[in-house]
């Protein structure tokens, strides 16, 4: 079946900009969370969304971060004002239900602010 | 501040030998550990999972857990040219946890 896909693959930005990246989790899977991931760097848990509830926000590193899932699916990660120590890796992954650790990823977008 | 310690590598080991990748933990409420390996320029993929103390053996991958020295382990048996990745840990957050805590990984080359 079809993994979690993410758009687009590469984002390259002016320092300022906002940007939006998606993700499509596994269907029928009701948790979907965000990393980040630098050079050289682990995964750095941004957000995390369970079915209908309020997603978990605990990891955005400011307020130029947000994130929103429609519907329960898709996910729109939003940074405004971008600074170039955003770039990084963004990575999406999906799991069937909340606590289980096995999570699948998406193939992430690789962000740069120039 | 949850920690997760790995050597970051990279360790080298010869086609055939067994690799041996250690983590630390300090939360002491985690519950579960998961093992995820990462190819260059890909995204992380699930290898191993273990819950409770001692070993869970899954192919050339064996799992060893020791929560009471907040350690657990990967150990693959026959390493192949295929196996050379970044190896990264992952204890979840407590009890039921959803959340995971990636310690940054590391890197395994097996020489052919």
């Known amino acids: 079946g079809a993994g979690v896909s993410q758009s687009p693959s590469n984002k390259v930005t002016e320092k300022g900009k906002d940007v939006e990246l998606r993700c499509d989790p596994i269907?029928?899977?009701?948790?979907l969370y965000w990393y980040r991931q630098s050079l050289g760097q682990g995964l750095e848990f941004l957000i995390y969304?369970?079915?209908?509830?309020?997603?978990?926000k605990s990891g955005l590193p400011s307020d130029r971060f947000s994130a929103e899932r429609t519907g329960g699916s898709v996910s729109t990660l939003t940074i405004q004002r971008t600074q170039q120590e955003d770039s990084a890796v963004y990575l999406c992954?999906?799991?069937?239900?909340?606590?289980?650790?096995?999570?699948?990823f998406g193939p992430g977008t690789r962000l740069t602010v120039t | 501040q949850k920690e997760v310690e790995q050597n970051s590598g990279p360790l080298s080991v010869p086609e055939g030998a067994i690799a041996s990748l250690n983590c630390t933990y300090s939360?002491?409420?985690?519950?579960?550990f998961f093992w995820y390996r990462q190819y260059s320029g890909k995204s992380p993929e699930l290898i191993m999972f273990i819950y409770s103390n001692g070993d869970k053996e899954d192919g050339r991958f064996t799992a060893q857990l020791n929560k009471a020295s907040q350690y657990v382990s990967l150990l693959i048996r026959d390493s192949q040219p295929s196996d050379s990745a970044t190896y990264l840990c992952a204890p979840d957050s407590g009890a039921g946890s959803y959340q995971l805590t990636f310690g940054k990984g590391t890197k395994l080359s097996v020489i052919p």
């Open positions: 992954a999906s799991s069937l239900w909340a606590g289980e650790g096995e999570q699948y």
């Open positions: 269907s029928g899977h009701t948790a």
């Open positions: 939360d002491r409420g985690s519950q579960s």
């Open positions: 969304f369970q079915g209908n509830s309020a997603p978990d």
